[in-house]
DNA sequence: AGGAAGATGTTTTTT
DNA sequence: ACATCTTCCT
């Protein structure tokens, strides 16, 4: 987060550069440093620089304990650079080494760095350990998202882009929004569109660069689909447009259209930025490869001589030629971790990296410091069925380590009850919840999860999900916000005309709207006219009190209005919303309603407020739009508190790029991994493989492998059949507690088919394990104890009291001894030793269980 | 205008 | 199963 505002203002008391704009070049050095940064030396890091070093970093140096392949990594120099960094490789370490040296040689100041990462975490991530290696904060670096940096430097060339510095930033659900309303005005959805298709469509072309009128160019317009499909993408833009919003694509494509269209522009920025390092390369769009291609580009002598001209320092970058050369860059990816074809990554980008930026130099690390043998080979094994790939095989000198443990519930309770146990077995072998992760391919995978995770009183943390900024409570509140500082955004008024309720109708919404376009004029003006539209006085009266609202607290931001009454200076971003939420009663509202959810939403509303604080607090110098950006900018990951003690559940997607000691990788399954959805695209089960790959390769030494033979969805209970990729992995690998075709206790359930290998994979001896092969037999009837059974009962024990030596009976597990009971509260956990079903901890509360 | 009951679709992944 | 959207009723 603090990547979105890192200290790049001229305010910064640190004095070693000072900078003179937005695309700061460090035209000034400060006394403390004598050489002037030349671009890259060739060769003269290793000469004078970082071996011999420890000058700048406590006396560390950069190469200690560094691979061969690593230190060439980290000490090459050269225009192009590519890391071929297998999972768990240390590519971090590569990188934040690698920066670490540029600076600390000097050959680069901390300005001319920009590392681009897949998320925010990450960026700040990078940055933290950048600056203990060099012992000091640096300002001026540019560590962050492809989508952050775009913000930033749109926003600082708005005027030269045709934007409000103050444009809002259109999540997803934003532009569907926009495209919905389209779509019913035009009546498109007589000919099938949905806001879903047309929003992922026009998605993908813009990630590959293509506009309205670029792709009516190329449309075929004697369909009428095609025509339709022009016309909403046309108006779409028209929309965006009027409202100063780009969408989360556009941020990446405009910000090529603008360094295409403005070269000195862009020089600007390519004279700044003489390191560039993008990380997760794989995983980077046309639109993101262009970001980096006009990045990288030489300047021209005849764009030099302009900027020379405009008083910008660039005689020291040029060459004998008069050209600035191109930036040097360093890319780190795995195309064996691409998992975002299917919003548009090219893996192409990485696998022709070579042919792209001639006498490029490649390295290889394919030594693992992360995982155990056994995992490693299982990795190995199942990736290796994705052919068309640069064979790779990690290894580790860790050792092989405990086996994979495979189990098989009967359903995803089962499933998850089996997690709960183990990991509560894992925290008696000592190892600590926050070590621990559960993967899933999608989110609906969470609910059973959670029901018996909240039951075995596991704390847990869903990372990503629901996000909170997604709420609708937040949403509204938000909208305020952007409402004061982008009046011509349309969507945000229209979100909060009649939240919270104040009598203004959807037909009152359209007669403004039609007033607004009658007159030429913004919907928000139109809203302080309402007195002349004949409205009937209460619509008018709210209509024009909001807008009056709006615009007073547009003035507490604004600086220039400070002069007169109000004493105090420019407000805060939490006292605007402070002011906002208790003028229009939102919060009031949803604190007095009856619903009982509403008291949640005013929580969240609150919570809200506090974060708003939080950000003044820790950015002081950042303003509203600055709030709305980095709101706008987080990711599922990015929340991610390392420091609670809880079990983290997440999806595959999301994990990548962590850890874990321990790692359950659930739902195994066809439909599910690989996803039912995937079947129809092209590369779609490799990218599966991939993604199960990804999975894998988190755990550092146990991994569990777990499946259930039925599957709720749709609420259908259906039967799933074990997934085609744990064929892939060597069956002395995994150790199954209950395998696919074992699931037979209780008065022996059939055996079940599996993909019909003959060698069993992996079940370990047990009776019954190789009854499968060959025969389809029926599909097991779901376990009645479990089957969808959680959900139905919302228990609630009241003030169920126990102690150590009450007996009681469990619904699922039968009879037990408490044998101790903790907490406080609602959150008191009885430890109970049940005679058939092991030990487990239950939440008193709202456990299935009576006292005996 | 606002609320309740009924209909519909949604679940693949995300900056 | 659940949430959201639509339709109908007050």
Redesign the pocket.
């Known amino acids: 987060m603090s990547t979105l505002f890192d200290p790049d203002e001229p305010t910064d008391s640190r004095p070693m550069i000072v900078h003179d704009g937005p695309a700061g070049f460090p035209s000034t050095l400060g006394a403390n440093n004598a050489a002037p940064p030349a671009g890259f030396v060739p060769g003269g890091a290793s000469a004078g620089g970082l071996p011999g070093g420890g000058a700048w970093a406590g006396g560390d140096s950069l190469l200690d304990g560094l691979n061969p392949e690593q230190r060439e990594a980290v000490e090459y120099r050269g225009p192009a650079l590519l890391i071929v960094a297998g999972a768990g490789s240390g590519k971090t370490r590569v990188l934040t080494h690698r920066i670490a040296g540029l600076i600390g040689s000097r050959e680069a100041w901390p300005s001319q760095i920009l590392a681009i990462t897949?998320?925010n975490k990450a960026a700040a991530e990078m940055r933290e350990r950048v600056e203990q290696l060099l012992g000091q904060a640096s300002s001026g670096m540019w560590i962050s998202?492809?989508?952050?940096a775009c913000v930033r430097i749109l926003r600082a060339e708005a005027e030269r882009a045709g934007l409000s510095s103050s444009f809002t930033i259109y999540?997803?659900a934003d532009s569907r929004n926009v495209i919905k309303r389209i779509i019913?005005e035009l009546s498109a959805d007589t000919l099938g569109f949905?806001a879903?298709g047309v929003s992922n469509k026009i998605?993908k072309l813009k990630n590959e660069l293509a506009d309205v009128d670029s792709y009516a160019r190329n449309a075929n317009l004697n369909d009428p689909q095609e025509v339709m499909f022009v016309e909403i993408f046309r108006q779409y833009t028209k929309r965006l447009r009027a409202a100063q919003a780009l969408d989360?694509?556009d941020l990446l494509a405009e910000t090529v259209f603008l360094f295409r269209a403005f070269p000195a522009t862009a020089a600007l920025y390519q004279r700044r930025f003489r390191h560039i390092l993008v990380d997760e390369y794989q995983d980077t769009n046309h639109a993101q490869y262009s970001f980096i291609k006009e990045l990288t580009r030489p300047i021209e002598p005849h764009v030099v001589a302009e900027l020379d001209t405009a008083g910008h320092h660039v005689r020291s970058l040029q060459d004998a030629t008069g050209a600035i050369p191109g930036a040097s860059l360093t890319v780190v990816g795995d195309s064996d971790q691409s998992?975002?074809a299917?919003?548009g990554a090219d893996i192409r980008n990485i696998v022709e990296f070579e042919r792209d930026y001639p006498g490029a130099k490649v390295v290889l690390l394919e030594q693992n410091y992360r995982s155990t043998q056994n995992i490693l080979s299982a990795a190995n094994a199942v990736i290796s069925n994705n052919f068309d790939r640069k064979d790779k095989k990690l290894w580790t000198a860790i050792g092989d380590g405990a086996k994979i443990i495979g189990y098989t519930g009967y359903s995803g309770h089962d499933e998850a009850q089996f997690i709960a146990d183990e990991i509560e077995k894992l925290r008696g072998e000592g190892v600590a919840y926050r070590d621990i992760a559960v993967f899933y391919?999608?989110?609906?995978q969470t609910r059973a999860l959670e029901e018996i995770f909240v039951r075995s009183a596991v704390p847990y943390r869903v990372v990503?999900g629901t996000k909170f900024y997604e709420r609708?409570e937040i949403k509204d509140a938000m909208a305020y916000l952007i409402a004061v500082a982008n009046p011509a955004d349309e969507l945000a008024l229209r979100r909060i005309l009649?939240t919270p309720?104040?009598?203004?109708?959807?037909?009152?919404e359209t007669q403004l709207a039609s007033f607004a376009e009658a007159n030429g004029i913004s919907f928000r003006q139109a809203m302080r006219d309402a007195g002349s539209l004949g409205m009937g006085p209460k619509?008018t009266g709210a209509i024009v009190k909001l807008a009056r609202l709006l615009d007073e607290a547009a003035l507490m931001l604004d600086p220039a209005q400070r002069s007169s009454d109000s004493a105090a200076g420019v407000s805060s971003v939490s006292e605007v919303l402070g002011f906002l939420l208790t003028e229009s009663t939102l919060l009031e509202t949803l604190r007095s309603s009856r619903d009982p959810q509403d008291e949640t939403r005013a929580e969240n509303v609150e919570e809200l407020l506090a974060q708003t604080k939080d950000f003044v607090k820790e950015n002081p110098d950042a303003g509203l739009i600055d709030f709305l950006t980095q709101v706008s900018?987080v990711?599922?990951?990015?929340d991610l508190d390392d420091s609670s003690g809880t079990v983290s559940l997440m999806?595959l997607?999301?994990a990548k790029g962590l850890e874990y000691d321990s790692v359950f990788l659930t739902g195994i399954e066809e439909g599910l991994l690989p996803?039912?959805?995937?079947a129809s695209?092209p590369g779609g089960p490799a990218e599966e493989r991939r993604l199960f790959y990804v999975g894998i390769t988190r755990a550092r030494k146990r991994l569990y492998l777990s499946l259930a033979m039925t599957r709720?969805?749709?609420?259908e209970t259906n039967v799933a059949m074990p997934s085609r990729y744990l064929q892939e992995i060597p069956g002395d690998l995994i150790e199954w507690r209950q395998s696919p075709g074992m699931a037979n206790s209780r008065g022996g359930t059939q055996p079940r088919a599996l993909n019909a290998r003959r060698d069993g994979y992996g079940s370990r001896g047990s009776s019954g394990s190789d009854r499968f092969g060959g025969e389809l037999p029926p599909a097991p009837k779901p376990k009645t104890e479990w089957a969808?059974k959680v959900?139905a009962q919302v228990r609630d024990n009241g003030d169920l009291t126990l102690e150590a030596g009450d007996r009681i009976r469990h619904v699922d597990f039968g009879e037990g001894r408490v044998n101790q009971v903790t907490g406080e509260g609602t959150k008191r956990v009885a430890h109970v030793q049940f005679d058939t079903a092991g030990a487990k901890k239950l939440l008193i509360k709202i456990a299935p269980i009576e006292k005996l």
């Open positions: 897949f998320t998202t492809f989508h952050s999540d997803s019913k949905t879903a998605s989360f694509d998992i975002y299917f919003r391919r999608t989110n609906a990503g609708a009649n309720k104040r009598g203004i109708g959807p037909a009152t619509v900018l990711a599922a990951a990015d999806t997607h999301t996803h039912q959805m995937s695209e709720a969805q749709f609420g969808n959900t």
